[in-house]
């Protein structure tokens, strides 16, 4: 018997059948986020002639920002629910949130409707993600968690792949459709995790929310963590351009004819469309992510993340010189080379910068980069392309205006892996020294969001109460203050 077809059957036999109905789960549950995110900033903004809404720009990537931002903060608590209530009931929360959220968010016109129901719709993905990661690292063992991790790397792109191709065939018959087949995602797996889920093996201790709360004050509080963060988000300000400012600019800007070409003659009855940018963005890796790993596997961390970042800064490169949809389409090509590059190598680095005896606590809080980035990166491609591009849709002469756009993004980039050089250099050793330094600027970074919050709160009242300016403030205000008071109390306690 063939030894090499031999091997990867028992590894796939090694498996309960909780792995595969989680993997499945995960399967429909990405098709569902990503089928719909890679429409929902052009039907958000697409007029109600066109079908859309009509929402502004701005208003849509502050809603973009929160919901993107909730997805990552709400998994903090969801992991503590499900050890408390178990995993099966928790999920059956997950996907009726989901489902609800998703069709509710469909039926709505209005933009405070919409946004809740999305937001509805984020906290049902909040639960889900740490109960699925939760499954498979307790179905798994060492020998086989490795391949068993990897299986759901790829059940991740393999629905962030197949959803848009869906999107693409029936948002022609209705854009309701669209939020409907991801609600029908959702709603389906409440079939299996009724009759085929199980709770996995419980560790002997879990986590409560007591313990989940003052985890994350230390963790938060630990500015030399928190400066790592900070610079690392940078990089994935430009991930969250792919769901904003970029299918703007493809809807905008590029003429498609060259890929329509392609795909006629290839007997494909569909257009190159915006939701192509997460097709393309989940094929690159689907197809190249084992090489990938393959190269970099013996490479240092923070020399395989720098690398990463510079090919994503070369994606949006190309971006800017955007001439023809063909250029386009290998701009997304290269930055996903560049986030499947740096971004497994990042928890690496987090285990090699995390205090010694707290190395897990603090690679539980790792997602950090996501809600930074979301939060910046939506408002600010939002901000940026409203005052730059918007303006100049439908115009001739306009490649120095989006050039400089994408380039802002790509010396943005530049910025976050200088910073990540300097403190790879400066931080990288936890000392009370760099502890302090590290405080004093963290605590500047808080200070400045403070003062940007009291601007824009201010620049909100006046004969007409601008919303969206007023809920930016709050949230800056938040961060600020809120960064600076678990900053004090951190150094309270560590000097007692």
Known sequence: MNPS???????????????WVANVMELFERAAYYGLNSVLAI??????AEGGLGFSIGEVSLLQSLVYALTYLVPLLGGALADRYGYRRMLLVAFTLLST???LSGQAS????????????ATGAGLFKP????????STNESNSGFGFGVYYWMINLGAFLAPLVVTYIKGFSWNYVFIASSAYCALMLLPTLFLYNDPPKPENTKKLKDVLSSAAMVLGDARFMLMIFVYSGF???YFQNFGSVLWFLRDFIDPTPVNTLFASLGLAITFDPEFVTVINAGTIILLQVLVSRVVKDIKPLPTMISGMVVGALGFVCLAFASTAWIFVLGIAIFSIGEMTAHPKYYSYIGLVAPPDKKAVYMGYAFLYGVIGSLVGSNLGGVLYEAMLKPLVGQSGVEVAYRNFWLLFAALDVVAVLGLLVYNRVFAEDTPETNALARRIMTGVYALLVLIGVYFFVSSIGETIKYRTMVQAIIMLALGAGGIAISV????????
Request: proline share 4%.
């Open 489 to 496: 109390r951190h150094r309270a306690v560590s000097q007692l």
């Open 236 to 238: 994935w300000i430009l």
């Open 110 to 121: 209005a933009y405070g409707v919409v946004f809740a129901a999305l937001l509805v719709m």
């Open 43 to 48: 039907y958000l903004t697409a007029t109600i």
């Open 131 to 138: 109960i699925i990661s939760g499954t498979l690292a307790r």
């Open 5 to 19: 077809t031999e091997q990867p059957k028992s590894i796939l036999r090694s498996f309960p059948r909780v792995f």
């Open 101 to 103: 959220g998703y069709f």
